[in-house]
Protein backbone atom coordinates (compact mmCIF):
# COMPACT_ATOMS: atom_id res chain seq x y z
CA UNK A 1 0.00 0.00 0.00
CA UNK A 2 1.24 3.29 -1.18
CA UNK A 3 0.25 5.24 2.50
CA UNK A 4 1.73 2.88 4.66
CA UNK A 5 5.47 3.37 2.70
CA UNK A 6 5.18 7.36 2.14
CA UNK A 7 3.76 7.13 6.13
CA UNK A 8 6.81 5.44 6.82
CA UNK A 9 9.65 6.56 4.54
CA UNK A 10 8.48 9.95 5.79
CA UNK A 11 9.22 9.77 8.94
CA UNK A 12 12.31 11.40 9.23
CA UNK A 13 11.08 14.41 7.28
CA UNK A 14 8.24 14.81 9.17
CA UNK A 15 9.71 14.20 12.39
CA UNK A 16 12.08 17.17 12.03
CA UNK A 17 9.24 19.08 10.32
CA UNK A 18 7.32 18.42 13.84
CA UNK A 19 10.28 19.86 15.83
CA UNK A 20 10.31 23.23 13.48
CA UNK A 21 5.89 23.22 13.99
CA UNK A 22 6.51 23.09 18.01
CA UNK A 23 9.26 25.12 18.21
CA UNK A 24 7.46 28.28 16.34
CA UNK A 25 4.78 27.82 17.92
CA UNK A 26 5.76 27.63 21.29
CA UNK A 27 7.72 30.62 20.14
CA UNK A 28 4.96 32.47 18.84
CA UNK A 29 2.94 31.72 21.89
CA UNK A 30 5.40 32.84 24.24
CA UNK A 31 5.28 36.02 23.28
CA UNK A 32 1.49 35.69 22.67
CA UNK A 33 1.30 35.67 26.51
CA UNK A 34 3.48 38.19 27.39
CA UNK A 35 1.75 40.56 24.63
CA UNK A 36 -2.07 39.01 25.89
CA UNK A 37 -0.82 40.20 29.35
CA UNK A 38 0.64 43.38 28.78
CA UNK A 39 -3.03 44.31 27.07
CA UNK A 40 -5.12 42.55 29.49
CA UNK A 41 -3.85 44.85 32.21
CA UNK A 42 -4.12 47.75 29.40
CA UNK A 43 -7.84 47.08 28.71
CA UNK A 44 -8.40 46.80 32.78
CA UNK A 45 -6.91 49.68 33.34
CA UNK A 46 -8.46 53.36 35.28
CA UNK A 47 -6.88 55.48 32.20
CA UNK A 48 -8.79 55.70 29.10
CA UNK A 49 -5.65 56.02 26.75
CA UNK A 50 -4.28 52.74 28.17
CA UNK A 51 -8.04 51.27 27.69
CA UNK A 52 -7.94 52.93 24.07
CA UNK A 53 -5.00 51.18 22.57
CA UNK A 54 -6.10 47.74 23.47
CA UNK A 55 -9.28 48.01 22.82
CA UNK A 56 -7.82 48.84 19.10
CA UNK A 57 -5.09 46.36 19.19
CA UNK A 58 -7.53 43.45 19.68
CA UNK A 59 -10.05 45.01 17.25
CA UNK A 60 -7.71 45.45 14.00
CA UNK A 61 -6.00 41.93 14.96
CA UNK A 62 -9.14 39.79 15.53
CA UNK A 63 -11.19 41.40 12.61
CA UNK A 64 -8.30 40.55 10.02
CA UNK A 65 -7.13 37.15 8.65
CA UNK A 66 -4.23 36.10 10.20
CA UNK A 67 -2.43 35.42 6.85
CA UNK A 68 -2.78 39.11 5.98
CA UNK A 69 -1.35 39.78 9.16
CA UNK A 70 1.43 37.40 8.26
CA UNK A 71 2.10 38.61 4.92
CA UNK A 72 1.92 42.28 5.94
CA UNK A 73 4.88 41.32 8.02
CA UNK A 74 6.71 39.02 5.99
CA UNK A 75 6.48 41.05 2.76
CA UNK A 76 5.35 44.40 3.91
CA UNK A 77 8.13 44.72 6.96
CA UNK A 78 10.78 42.84 4.98
CA UNK A 79 11.49 46.13 2.71
CA UNK A 80 12.31 47.99 6.31
CA UNK A 81 13.40 44.85 8.52
CA UNK A 82 14.06 41.74 6.94
CA UNK A 83 12.94 38.81 9.98
CA UNK A 84 13.33 35.72 7.80
CA UNK A 85 10.75 33.60 7.68
CA UNK A 86 10.91 31.73 11.10
CA UNK A 87 10.65 35.56 12.82
CA UNK A 88 8.20 36.62 10.39
CA UNK A 89 5.72 34.06 11.02
CA UNK A 90 6.26 33.37 14.99
CA UNK A 91 5.87 37.27 15.65
CA UNK A 92 2.77 37.30 13.35
CA UNK A 93 1.22 34.24 15.59
CA UNK A 94 2.52 36.12 18.34
CA UNK A 95 0.37 39.47 17.72
CA UNK A 96 -2.59 37.04 16.18
CA UNK A 97 -2.49 35.20 19.09
CA UNK A 98 -1.52 37.91 21.69
CA UNK A 99 -5.22 39.85 21.54
CA UNK A 100 -7.39 36.46 21.88
CA UNK A 101 -5.08 35.99 25.30
CA UNK A 102 -5.59 39.23 25.75
CA UNK A 103 -9.44 38.80 26.10
CA UNK A 104 -9.00 35.29 27.85
CA UNK A 105 -6.31 37.03 30.57
CA UNK A 106 -8.82 39.67 30.98
CA UNK A 107 -11.78 37.65 31.71
CA UNK A 108 -9.88 35.34 33.96
CA UNK A 109 -8.52 39.00 35.68
CA UNK A 110 -11.96 40.12 35.81
CA UNK A 111 -13.50 36.55 37.37
CA UNK A 112 -11.51 37.05 40.82
CA UNK A 113 -13.98 38.61 43.38
CA UNK A 114 -13.78 42.13 43.82
CA UNK A 115 -12.92 42.30 47.45
CA UNK A 116 -9.20 40.01 46.83
CA UNK A 117 -7.86 42.89 45.16
CA UNK A 118 -9.57 45.28 48.24
CA UNK A 119 -8.18 42.82 51.02
CA UNK A 120 -4.65 42.96 49.63
CA UNK A 121 -5.16 47.20 49.19
CA UNK A 122 -6.19 47.66 52.20
CA UNK A 123 -3.19 45.74 53.46
CA UNK A 124 -0.83 48.53 52.12
CA UNK A 125 -0.08 46.22 48.99
CA UNK A 126 0.49 48.21 45.78
CA UNK A 127 -1.36 48.02 43.14
CA UNK A 128 0.93 46.04 40.89
CA UNK A 129 1.96 43.95 44.06
CA UNK A 130 -1.79 42.86 44.28
CA UNK A 131 -2.14 42.34 41.13
CA UNK A 132 0.96 39.66 40.87
CA UNK A 133 0.75 38.55 43.94
CA UNK A 134 -3.22 38.01 44.65
CA UNK A 135 -4.83 38.18 41.48
CA UNK A 136 -2.79 36.57 38.90
CA UNK A 137 -2.06 33.17 40.69
CA UNK A 138 -5.68 33.02 40.99
CA UNK A 139 -6.36 33.98 37.38
CA UNK A 140 -4.13 32.06 35.55
CA UNK A 141 -5.43 28.76 37.35
CA UNK A 142 -8.79 30.07 35.93
CA UNK A 143 -7.59 30.56 32.35
CA UNK A 144 -5.95 27.56 31.41
CA UNK A 145 -8.93 25.89 30.32
CA UNK A 146 -9.24 28.62 27.36
CA UNK A 147 -5.49 28.93 27.29
CA UNK A 148 -5.16 25.51 26.42
CA UNK A 149 -8.00 25.83 23.34
CA UNK A 150 -6.06 29.17 21.88
CA UNK A 151 -2.98 27.23 21.92
CA UNK A 152 -4.58 24.31 20.18
CA UNK A 153 -5.89 26.97 17.80
CA UNK A 154 -1.92 28.23 17.71
CA UNK A 155 -0.91 24.75 16.90
CA UNK A 156 -2.36 24.46 14.11
CA UNK A 157 -2.63 28.01 12.43
CA UNK A 158 1.33 27.94 12.35
CA UNK A 159 0.70 25.92 9.63
CA UNK A 160 0.38 29.25 7.88
CA UNK A 161 4.14 29.76 8.29
CA UNK A 162 4.24 27.17 5.09
CA UNK A 163 3.28 30.06 2.85
CA UNK A 164 6.33 32.23 3.92
CA UNK A 165 8.61 29.56 3.07
CA UNK A 166 8.21 27.76 6.59
CA UNK A 167 9.75 23.60 6.17
CA UNK A 168 7.03 23.35 8.79
CA UNK A 169 4.80 19.91 8.99
CA UNK A 170 2.40 21.71 6.52
CA UNK A 171 5.43 23.22 4.41
CA UNK A 172 6.91 20.19 4.29
CA UNK A 173 3.53 18.23 3.23
CA UNK A 174 3.69 20.51 0.42
CA UNK A 175 7.13 19.86 -0.87
CA UNK A 176 6.72 15.99 -0.69
CA UNK A 177 3.10 15.63 -2.14
CA UNK A 178 4.23 17.77 -5.26
CA UNK A 179 7.36 15.75 -5.88
CA UNK A 180 6.04 12.43 -5.27
CA UNK A 181 2.52 13.66 -6.88
CA UNK A 182 0.72 12.05 -3.70
CA UNK A 183 -1.35 14.86 -2.00
CA UNK A 184 -4.00 12.82 -0.39
CA UNK A 185 -1.73 10.60 1.17
CA UNK A 186 0.70 13.44 2.32
CA UNK A 187 -1.78 15.86 3.29
CA UNK A 188 -3.14 13.32 5.18
CA UNK A 189 0.03 12.60 7.11
CA UNK A 190 0.76 15.84 8.13
CA UNK A 191 -3.07 15.96 9.39
CA UNK A 192 -2.44 12.60 11.37
CA UNK A 193 0.98 14.56 12.96
CA UNK A 194 -1.11 17.67 13.48
CA UNK A 195 -3.55 15.21 15.40
CA UNK A 196 -0.91 13.66 17.21
CA UNK A 197 0.01 17.20 19.24
CA UNK A 198 -3.25 18.31 19.92
CA UNK A 199 -3.84 15.40 21.85
CA UNK A 200 -0.44 15.26 23.42
CA UNK A 201 -1.24 18.78 24.21
CA UNK A 202 -4.49 18.48 25.68
CA UNK A 203 -3.80 15.43 27.49
CA UNK A 204 -0.99 17.51 29.35
CA UNK A 205 -3.29 20.32 29.71
CA UNK A 206 -5.97 18.23 31.41
CA UNK A 207 -3.11 16.65 33.51
CA UNK A 208 -2.27 20.24 34.63
CA UNK A 209 -6.08 21.04 35.22
CA UNK A 210 -6.36 18.36 37.36
CA UNK A 211 -3.42 19.23 39.67
CA UNK A 212 -4.46 22.40 40.04
CA UNK A 213 -7.95 21.56 41.11
CA UNK A 214 -6.45 19.29 43.55
CA UNK A 215 -4.25 21.90 45.04
CA UNK A 216 -7.45 23.91 45.22
CA UNK B 1 -6.19 62.86 70.81
CA UNK B 2 -8.29 61.86 67.96
CA UNK B 3 -6.30 59.32 65.81
CA UNK B 4 -9.08 59.65 62.84
CA UNK B 5 -11.27 62.73 62.08
CA UNK B 6 -13.40 63.20 59.22
CA UNK B 7 -14.78 66.75 58.44
CA UNK B 8 -17.81 67.22 56.03
CA UNK B 9 -17.15 63.86 54.21
CA UNK B 10 -19.65 63.82 51.26
CA UNK B 11 -19.40 60.79 48.73
CA UNK B 12 -21.82 60.53 45.36
CA UNK B 13 -21.87 57.26 43.55
CA UNK B 14 -23.19 58.65 40.30
CA UNK B 15 -26.06 61.12 41.37
CA UNK B 16 -26.50 58.70 44.28
CA UNK B 17 -25.66 60.99 47.29
CA UNK B 18 -24.00 57.99 49.93
CA UNK B 19 -22.60 60.58 52.52
CA UNK B 20 -23.68 63.46 53.55
CA UNK B 21 -21.35 65.87 55.57
CA UNK B 22 -20.66 63.64 57.97
CA UNK B 23 -18.61 64.62 60.81
CA UNK B 24 -16.78 62.22 62.89
CA UNK B 25 -13.48 61.95 65.71
CA UNK B 26 -12.75 58.69 66.93
CA UNK B 27 -10.27 58.85 69.71
CA UNK B 28 -7.22 56.62 70.43
CA UNK B 29 -8.27 53.53 72.33
CA UNK B 30 -11.80 54.45 71.66
CA UNK B 31 -14.50 51.71 69.93
CA UNK B 32 -17.18 53.34 67.61
CA UNK B 33 -19.75 50.85 66.75
CA UNK B 34 -22.06 52.20 63.56
CA UNK B 35 -25.44 51.38 63.42
CA UNK B 36 -28.16 52.17 60.90
CA UNK B 37 -30.07 50.17 58.00
CA UNK B 38 -28.74 48.87 54.84
CA UNK B 39 -27.56 51.27 52.23
CA UNK B 40 -27.58 54.24 55.00
CA UNK B 41 -23.32 54.46 54.53
CA UNK B 42 -21.58 52.75 56.65
CA UNK B 43 -19.74 51.01 54.77
CA UNK B 44 -19.02 53.87 52.45
CA UNK B 45 -17.93 55.84 55.27
CA UNK B 46 -15.29 52.77 56.36
CA UNK B 47 -14.02 52.51 53.10
CA UNK B 48 -13.59 56.57 53.24
CA UNK B 49 -11.48 56.11 55.93
CA UNK B 50 -8.52 54.23 54.29
CA UNK B 51 -9.62 55.40 50.40
CA UNK B 52 -11.06 52.35 49.00
CA UNK B 53 -13.55 54.86 47.94
CA UNK B 54 -12.80 58.31 47.52
CA UNK B 55 -14.69 61.01 49.06
CA UNK B 56 -15.95 63.68 46.61
CA UNK B 57 -15.82 66.25 49.40
CA UNK B 58 -14.24 66.33 52.60
CA UNK B 59 -11.44 65.89 54.88
CA UNK B 60 -10.10 62.81 56.47
CA UNK B 61 -7.33 63.11 59.58
CA UNK B 62 -5.29 60.16 60.05
CA UNK B 63 -3.34 61.22 63.58
CA UNK B 64 -3.01 64.84 63.06
CA UNK B 65 -2.11 64.83 59.24
CA UNK B 66 -5.02 65.70 56.65
CA UNK B 67 -5.07 62.78 53.60
CA UNK B 68 -4.67 63.84 50.17
CA UNK B 69 -5.65 61.21 48.16
CA UNK B 70 -3.65 62.62 45.23
CA UNK B 71 -0.87 63.60 46.59
CA UNK B 72 -0.13 60.86 49.65
CA UNK B 73 1.12 57.22 49.00
CA UNK B 74 -2.27 55.77 50.32
CA UNK B 75 -0.65 52.36 50.84
CA UNK B 76 1.75 54.18 53.91
CA UNK B 77 -2.45 55.17 55.44
CA UNK B 78 -3.35 51.55 54.64
CA UNK B 79 -0.31 50.23 56.50
CA UNK B 80 -1.83 51.59 59.66
CA UNK B 81 -5.44 51.21 59.34
CA UNK B 82 -6.31 47.03 59.03
CA UNK B 83 -9.91 46.59 57.60
CA UNK B 84 -11.91 42.98 58.10
CA UNK B 85 -14.68 42.15 55.43
CA UNK B 86 -17.98 40.68 55.72
CA UNK B 87 -16.89 38.16 53.43
CA UNK B 88 -13.53 37.74 55.22
CA UNK B 89 -11.46 38.19 51.53
CA UNK B 90 -8.86 35.49 52.66
CA UNK B 91 -6.37 34.69 49.75
CA UNK B 92 -7.63 31.11 48.21
CA UNK B 93 -4.74 30.33 46.52
CA UNK B 94 -2.25 30.75 50.54
CA UNK B 95 -3.11 28.70 53.60
CA UNK B 96 -3.21 30.60 56.63
CA UNK B 97 0.23 31.39 57.51
CA UNK B 98 0.72 32.55 54.13
CA UNK B 99 -2.15 34.61 54.51
CA UNK B 100 -1.01 36.68 57.38
CA UNK B 101 3.04 36.85 56.39
CA UNK B 102 2.40 38.05 52.77
CA UNK B 103 1.70 41.83 53.52
CA UNK B 104 4.23 42.22 56.67
CA UNK B 105 7.04 40.28 54.12
CA UNK B 106 6.03 42.00 50.74
CA UNK B 107 4.84 45.49 52.19
CA UNK B 108 6.85 45.94 55.14
CA UNK B 109 9.43 43.61 54.16
CA UNK B 110 9.75 41.98 57.71
CA UNK B 111 12.17 38.98 57.65
CA UNK B 112 9.84 35.56 56.60
CA UNK B 113 11.24 34.31 59.85
CA UNK B 114 10.12 37.26 62.02
CA UNK B 115 6.76 37.34 60.36
CA UNK B 116 5.89 33.38 60.54
CA UNK B 117 7.02 34.06 64.71
CA UNK B 118 4.46 36.71 64.22
CA UNK B 119 1.93 35.19 62.82
CA UNK B 120 1.92 32.18 65.15
CA UNK B 121 1.97 34.48 68.00
CA UNK B 122 -1.49 36.10 66.51
CA UNK B 123 -2.56 32.82 65.37
CA UNK B 124 -2.78 31.89 68.98
CA UNK B 125 -4.28 35.13 70.28
CA UNK B 126 -7.43 34.49 67.71
CA UNK B 127 -7.28 30.89 68.28
CA UNK B 128 -6.24 29.11 65.65
CA UNK B 129 -2.84 28.28 66.61
CA UNK B 130 -3.66 24.37 64.73
CA UNK B 131 -4.46 26.17 61.38
CA UNK B 132 -1.17 27.27 60.17
CA UNK B 133 -1.29 25.12 57.45
CA UNK B 134 -4.95 25.02 56.55
CA UNK B 135 -6.46 26.83 53.75
CA UNK B 136 -9.24 29.24 53.83
CA UNK B 137 -11.28 26.83 51.79
CA UNK B 138 -10.67 24.11 54.75
CA UNK B 139 -11.80 26.85 57.47
CA UNK B 140 -15.27 27.53 58.92
CA UNK B 141 -16.41 31.01 58.60
CA UNK B 142 -15.56 31.95 62.13
CA UNK B 143 -12.47 30.38 61.45
CA UNK B 144 -11.68 32.39 58.38
CA UNK B 145 -12.84 35.58 59.85
CA UNK B 146 -10.56 34.92 62.96
CA UNK B 147 -7.37 34.58 60.43
CA UNK B 148 -8.81 37.93 58.49
CA UNK B 149 -8.36 39.91 61.62
CA UNK B 150 -5.10 37.99 62.38
CA UNK B 151 -4.21 38.77 58.74
CA UNK B 152 -5.22 42.53 59.23
CA UNK B 153 -3.32 42.66 62.83
CA UNK B 154 -0.18 41.37 61.42
CA UNK B 155 0.29 45.31 59.82
CA UNK B 156 0.46 46.22 63.40
CA UNK B 157 -2.58 48.76 62.51
CA UNK B 158 -2.97 51.72 64.72
CA UNK B 159 -6.98 51.21 63.71
CA UNK B 160 -8.90 48.34 62.51
CA UNK B 161 -11.94 48.70 60.57
CA UNK B 162 -14.97 46.01 61.05
CA UNK B 163 -17.33 46.23 58.62
CA UNK B 164 -20.47 43.51 59.63
CA UNK B 165 -17.92 40.86 60.48
CA UNK B 166 -20.53 38.56 61.52
CA UNK B 167 -23.36 39.18 58.96
CA UNK B 168 -22.18 36.29 56.80
CA UNK B 169 -21.60 33.68 59.29
CA UNK B 170 -23.78 31.24 60.66
CA UNK B 171 -25.72 32.37 64.33
CA UNK B 172 -23.68 29.75 66.18
CA UNK B 173 -20.32 30.80 64.45
CA UNK B 174 -20.93 34.50 65.52
CA UNK B 175 -20.01 34.01 69.45
CA UNK B 176 -16.20 33.30 68.49
CA UNK B 177 -15.40 36.18 66.19
CA UNK B 178 -16.81 38.32 68.63
CA UNK B 179 -15.25 37.41 71.62
CA UNK B 180 -11.73 38.14 69.41
CA UNK B 181 -12.92 41.69 68.58
CA UNK B 182 -14.15 42.11 72.40
CA UNK B 183 -10.46 41.08 73.60
CA UNK B 184 -8.75 43.45 70.87
CA UNK B 185 -10.72 46.06 72.34
CA UNK B 186 -9.70 45.37 75.95
CA UNK B 187 -6.26 45.45 74.95
CA UNK B 188 -7.15 49.46 74.12
CA UNK B 189 -6.74 48.73 69.73
CA UNK B 190 -8.79 51.77 68.14
CA UNK B 191 -11.59 50.40 66.27
CA UNK B 192 -14.61 51.14 64.30
CA UNK B 193 -16.79 48.76 64.14
CA UNK B 194 -20.27 48.38 61.53
CA UNK B 195 -22.38 46.06 63.31
CA UNK B 196 -25.81 44.51 63.56
CA UNK B 197 -24.99 43.02 67.28
CA UNK B 198 -26.78 44.99 69.61
CA UNK B 199 -25.33 43.05 72.10
CA UNK B 200 -21.65 43.72 71.09
CA UNK B 201 -22.39 47.61 70.78
CA UNK B 202 -23.84 47.81 74.33
CA UNK B 203 -20.70 45.91 76.37
CA UNK B 204 -18.05 47.26 74.17
CA UNK B 205 -18.42 49.89 72.06
CA UNK B 206 -17.53 53.73 74.22
CA UNK B 207 -19.95 55.02 71.51
CA UNK B 208 -22.37 54.28 69.40
CA UNK B 209 -22.95 56.32 65.66
CA UNK B 210 -26.62 55.67 64.22
CA UNK B 211 -26.81 56.62 60.11
CA UNK B 212 -29.57 57.23 58.20
CA UNK B 213 -29.38 57.99 54.40
CA UNK B 214 -25.89 59.09 53.96
CA UNK B 215 -25.91 61.01 57.46
CA UNK B 216 -25.23 60.77 61.16
CA UNK B 217 -28.13 61.22 62.23
CA UNK B 218 -27.16 60.48 66.60
CA UNK B 219 -24.44 59.41 68.19
CA UNK B 220 -23.47 58.56 71.99
CA UNK B 221 -22.92 56.06 74.70
CA UNK B 222 -24.45 52.70 73.98
CA UNK B 223 -26.24 53.57 76.94
CA UNK B 224 -27.88 56.83 76.17
CA UNK B 225 -28.58 55.78 72.15
CA UNK B 226 -30.28 52.31 72.95
CA UNK B 227 -32.33 53.47 75.71
CA UNK B 228 -33.01 57.43 75.61
CA UNK B 229 -33.02 58.07 71.57
CA UNK B 230 -33.23 61.59 70.72
CA UNK B 231 -34.25 61.08 67.10
CA UNK B 232 -37.11 59.28 65.55
CA UNK B 233 -35.22 57.66 62.99
CA UNK B 234 -33.16 56.69 65.95
CA UNK B 235 -35.94 54.72 67.42
CA UNK B 236 -37.71 53.45 64.43
CA UNK B 237 -33.85 51.55 63.50
CA UNK B 238 -33.63 50.38 66.99
CA UNK B 239 -37.54 49.00 67.00
CA UNK B 240 -37.34 47.61 64.07
CA UNK B 241 -33.58 44.99 65.14
CA UNK B 242 -34.73 45.14 68.64
CA UNK B 243 -37.77 43.95 68.32
CA UNK B 244 -38.44 42.76 65.33
CA UNK B 245 -40.10 44.58 62.29
CA UNK B 246 -42.25 47.31 64.77
CA UNK B 247 -43.19 50.23 62.94
CA UNK B 248 -41.28 49.69 59.49
CA UNK B 249 -43.17 51.46 56.34
CA UNK B 250 -40.71 49.74 54.19
CA UNK B 251 -41.23 46.29 55.64
CA UNK B 252 -42.72 43.78 52.96
CA UNK B 253 -45.09 41.02 54.02
CA UNK B 254 -46.91 38.39 51.70
CA UNK B 255 -49.66 39.15 54.00
CA UNK B 256 -49.69 42.82 53.09
CA UNK B 257 -49.85 42.49 49.46
CA UNK B 258 -52.10 39.98 49.87
CA UNK B 259 -54.31 41.88 51.39
CA UNK B 260 -54.09 45.24 49.11
CA UNK B 261 -54.52 42.95 46.05
N1 LIG C 1 -19.56 51.12 44.33
C1 LIG C 1 -20.81 51.63 44.37
N2 LIG C 1 -21.39 52.08 43.24
C2 LIG C 1 -22.63 52.60 43.27
N3 LIG C 1 -23.38 52.72 44.37
C3 LIG C 1 -22.86 52.28 45.53
C4 LIG C 1 -21.55 51.71 45.59
N4 LIG C 1 -21.29 51.37 46.85
C5 LIG C 1 -22.39 51.70 47.56
N5 LIG C 1 -23.34 52.25 46.78
C6 LIG C 1 -24.64 52.76 47.22
O1 LIG C 1 -24.40 53.71 48.23
C7 LIG C 1 -25.36 53.58 49.25
C8 LIG C 1 -24.68 53.30 50.56
O2 LIG C 1 -24.12 52.00 50.49
P1 LIG C 1 -23.33 51.33 51.69
O3 LIG C 1 -22.32 52.28 52.19
O4 LIG C 1 -22.85 50.02 51.21
O5 LIG C 1 -24.48 51.12 52.78
P2 LIG C 1 -24.48 50.18 54.04
O6 LIG C 1 -23.11 49.64 54.24
O7 LIG C 1 -24.94 51.06 55.13
O8 LIG C 1 -25.47 49.11 53.74
C9 LIG C 1 -26.31 52.48 48.83
O9 LIG C 1 -27.44 53.05 48.22
C10 LIG C 1 -25.51 51.70 47.84
O10 LIG C 1 -26.35 51.09 46.88
MG1 LIG D 1 -22.45 47.64 54.22
Given at each position: ?????????????F??A????????????????????????????????????????????????????????????????????????????????????????????????????????????????????????????????????????????????A??????LFGVSMQLA????????FY?IA?????????????????????????? | ?????????????????????????????????????????????????????????????????????????????????????????????????????????????????????????????????????????????????????????????????????????????????????????????????????????????????????????????????????????????????????????????????????
Amino acid sequence: MDFLHYLVTSIPFFIRAAAVTVELTATALAMGMVIGLVFALMKISGRRFWRCIADTYITVIRGTPLIVQLFAIYFGLATIVDFGSFWSAAIALAVHNGAYIAEIFRGGIQSIDRGQMEAARSLGMSYGLAMRRIILPQAFKRVVPPLGNQFIIGLKDSSLAAFVTMKELFGVSMQLASTHFAELQFYTIAGLYYLALVVLFTFLVNRLERRLKIES
Amino acid sequence: MSLVKVRNLNKWFGRLHALKDVNLEVREGEVAVVIGASGSGKSTLLRCLNFLEVPEQGQVIFDGKVIDPRRDDLNLLRREVGMVFQHFNLFPHMNVLENIIEAPVMVKKVPREKAIEEALALLHKVGLADKVDAYPCQLSGGQQQRVAIARALAMHPRLMLFDEPTSALDPELVGEVLAVMKQLAGEGMTMIVVTHEMGFAREVADRVIFMDEGRIVEEGEPAQVFSRPQKSRTRDFLSRVLWGSGPAQDCWTPAATATSA
